[in-house]
């Protein structure tokens, strides 16, 4: 599968964003898929994670109550939607996709990303 992440760009403190992860070339609802952000001089760390169908979800504590993930099968295609963003919030969003059946919280557990798009939040 190939995917395609979108939707970041520069806000200010309180914004709020929307990302997107287009995904082609296999079955979508096949996949778990996952949220993960690195920030300068860190590691790749998970935000969020839904399984195959939306029916369960998982968040890093930072961001539980302010960011939402889910997805459109039908559209294949998975979303993040930010809210009350924070200047440590900045970081390159990648997307990722796994064959687990549960919802995967490392990222060593994904075996598919996408290229990343950038987030910057200004306070």
């Known amino acids: 599968v190939q995917l395609q992440a979108s939707g970041g760009g520069l806000v200010q403190a309180e914004d709020s964003l929307k990302l997107s992860c287009a995904a082609s070339g296999g079955t979508f609802d096949w996949y778990g898929m996952g949220w993960f952000r690195q920030s300068l001089g860190k590691e790749r760390e998970f935000i969020a994670c839904v399984t195959q169908r939306g029916e369960s979800t998982s968040y890093e504590d930072s961001v539980k109550g302010r960011f939402a993930i889910f997805r459109d099968n039908a559209k294949n295609t998975l979303y993040q939607r930010m809210s009350g963003l924070r200047p440590e919030d900045t970081g390159v969003y990648y997307c990722?996709?796994?064959?687990?059946?549960?919802?995967?919280?490392?990222?060593?557990?994904?075996?598919?990303w996408g290229q990343g798009t950038q987030v910057t939040v200004s306070s």
């Open positions: 990722a996709a796994q064959f687990s059946g549960a919802g995967v919280t490392t990222a060593s557990g994904y075996r598919w």
